[in-house]
């Protein structure tokens, strides 16, 4: 069974920066997509950024030049650098994981607040 296993999350002042992770195991195909999306209240959950196993990216217009997402070489473990944070980035961060291309995990989330 995947399971997905996120962190890094916490408050930040508008500006700051903050680095989330998130760790795959279990039952992983060698083809897979990780990513995050992230939702706020009373929103629809939405991508941020994916990245795929041979590193294709793709990223929300609203976080291009702000927001990285990478990935280990062993494939595994996801990063997302998160850069000039505004209020308006405040969510929970899922991550999120499409193994060979059909079945969808998800993480528990992680609380991601901006002030201003």
């Known amino acids: 069974q995947v399971q997905l296993v996120e962190s890094g999350g916490g408050l930040v002042q508008s500006g700051g920066s903050l680095r989330l992770s998130c760790s795959a195991s279990?039952?992983?195909?060698?083809?897979?997509?990780m990513g995050w999306y992230r939702q706020a209240p009373g929103k629809q959950r939405e991508l941020v950024a994916d990245i795929t196993r041979v590193g294709m990216r793709s990223y929300a217009d609203s976080v291009k030049g702000r927001f990285t997402i990478t990935r280990t070489n062993a494939g595994n473990t996801i990063y997302l650098q998160m850069n000039d944070l505004k209020p308006g980035d405040t969510a929970i961060y899922y991550c999120?994981?499409?193994?060979?291309?059909?079945?969808?995990?998800w993480g528990q989330g992680t609380q991601v607040t901006v002030s201003s």
């Open positions: 999120n994981l499409v193994n060979g291309g059909a079945d969808s995990y």
């Open positions: 279990g039952g992983i195909f060698w083809r897979n997509t």
